[in-house]
């Protein structure tokens, strides 16, 4: 892959672009930018939130300096359904039908009024049996962020969610140092997160677990206890977080919040262990957990598992971006996978 790549990641609260493209075994990042002004992208309406969010995805898609105008665009996997599913090689007719026959099993809304899409991601040649990727979006909601984008003055090649973006940056760069095994990707959103299982043996994300659980009700927990405002807020979890040291307890006022976190990865890794008869060995975590300071090492401690952050250095080709975002990185893993379709 040599092309070059755009991709806007509407998140929750924030828009990230990033332009790269996959030069050999490594990335490399053309352009960069954010806006986290906090709009809600997806739960306001009305001509003048539109305006306001066309003028946010120009000014940052701006900041690039980039002539391309097609682009990825990723949506928040809690604006979508996802599952991974093993099942028989079938003929194609067949294979969709038993993909909406599993799909209708898992989202909450008539097919009907559904975005459907699926990938392959492996066929094992023994058991004559694949696994399957499926995404599914309310078709009121694609529809949104392709007038959104277009009025931005760009054309949207693909629309995909964080699950498929990631899997795809997961399963082509990252390199386990035990083949035995398997690894948890820790993606914390705003007020959800998700789970993503990567089987050692099978190089795949394989599993995925989205829960009601992010950054926001750690900043209502320290909101509820002190007199921060949201911004304030957010910058003492940025640099304070879980320490025990600081003149505000934040381990204890955001208790509540870790213990619910650290209960369903609990669960989630309890399901593994009977689902995949296997061992996880680490725990990486992106995206908004680098806004929640020693999170990593309370997971690690907790679990008795390495934990840390995926920040993607080693497979970045060195530049000054690179090295101005390098304590940041970890926030952008969703865009930069998406770059790589």
Do not use: W
Request: glycine share 4%.
């Amino acid at each position: 892959m040599s092309d070059t790549a755009v991709t806007i990641y509407l998140g929750e609260n924030e828009i990230q672009v990033v332009e790269a493209k996959q030069e050999g075994k490594q990335i490399e990042i053309l352009g960069l930018g954010f806006d986290d002004s906090g709009l809600p992208i997806y739960d306001v309406s009305g001509e003048k939130a539109v305006q306001d969010e066309t003028k946010i995805i120009e000014k940052v898609y701006d900041s690039l300096k980039t002539k391309i105008k097609n682009v990825n665009v990723v949506i928040p996997d809690a604006y979508s359904f996802s599952q991974i599913v093993e099942m028989p090689k079938l003929k194609e007719k067949e294979l969709l039908s038993a993909i909406k026959y599993q799909a209708d099993q898992f989202i909450p809304m008539p097919l009907e009024e559904t975005a459907l899409d699926l990938e392959i991601i492996q066929e094992d040649p023994v058991t004559k049996k694949i696994l399957v990727l499926i995404v599914a979006c309310p078709q009121a909601l694609v529809a949104k962020v392709e007038s959104l984008v277009e009025m931005s003055g760009l054309v949207p090649d693909s629309i995909e969610n964080e699950l498929s973006a990631c899997s795809r940056l997961i399963a082509s760069f990252y390199k386990p140092g035990n083949q035995e095994g398997g690894t948890v990707f820790i993606n914390l959103g705003f007020s959800f997160s998700s789970f993503y299982f990567y089987h050692h043996r099978l190089k795949l994300v394989v599993d995925t677990h989205t829960f009601k659980v992010g950054q926001s009700l750690f900043l209502k927990e320290v909101q509820a206890n002190t007199n921060f405002d949201f911004k304030k807020s957010v910058d003492a979890l940025r640099t304070v977080g879980l320490s025990k040291d600081a003149s505000y307890n934040f381990e204890q006022i955001i208790l509540p919040a870790t213990n619910e976190f650290m209960k369903e990865l609990e669960k989630y890794l309890l399901s593994l262990k009977e689902k995949y008869k296997v061992t996880v060995n680490q725990l990486f975590l992106f995206n908004k957990a680098i806004d929640l300071k020693y999170l990593d090492q309370r997971l690690g401690a907790h679990f008795s598992l390495p934990a840390g952050y995926y920040n993607l250095l080693p497979e970045l080709k060195n530049s000054p971006l690179v090295a101005a975002y390098a304590a940041v990185m970890p926030r952008f893993i969703t865009p930069i996978g998406a770059s790589l379709r």
